[in-house]
């Protein structure tokens, strides 16, 4: 993930991205998984770059991952990358075997 300059650092705000195209593979079974990943945060000095966000999430696509190691993987590469003051990461999983899952992890 590739980062900018937040250029307003002298009040919070908040910003929400919605990627309704997520996609990765169970790993038990190798078939696809759908989801839309919610990232919201509160910056600090940096911005995440958009078009590399959604490189990253699309490098997901052919990996074998738990909805639970999914979310909380991009948390943790997000925080790494971007250093928020505040995040919140919720994948919310299309149904697999009669259920709907949803995964939300928060930082700090």
């Keep these: 993930m590739e980062t900018i300059e937040n250029k307003f650092r002298e009040h ?58 999914a979310v909380n993987s991009i948390m943790r590469d997000f925080v790494a990358a971007v250093q928020p003051k505040q995040a919140v990461v919720t994948g919310h999983f299309n149904v697999r075997g009669g259920i709907y899952t949803t995964v939300t992890v928060r930082h700090p």
Excluded at 13 to 41: G, H, K, W
Excluded at 51 to 65: A, F, P, Q, V
Aim: one cysteine or more; charged letters at 30%; a negative charge.
């Design 12 to 69: 919070d705000y908040t910003v929400n991205m919605r990627f309704p195209e997520f996609t990765c593979l169970c790993p038990m079974t190798s078939q696809p998984d759908f989801a839309e990943i919610i990232i919201e945060y509160i910056p600090g000095e940096r911005l995440v770059e958009l078009k590399s966000l959604k490189l990253y999430l699309n490098g997901y696509r052919d990996r074998g991952i738990f909805h639970e190691e």
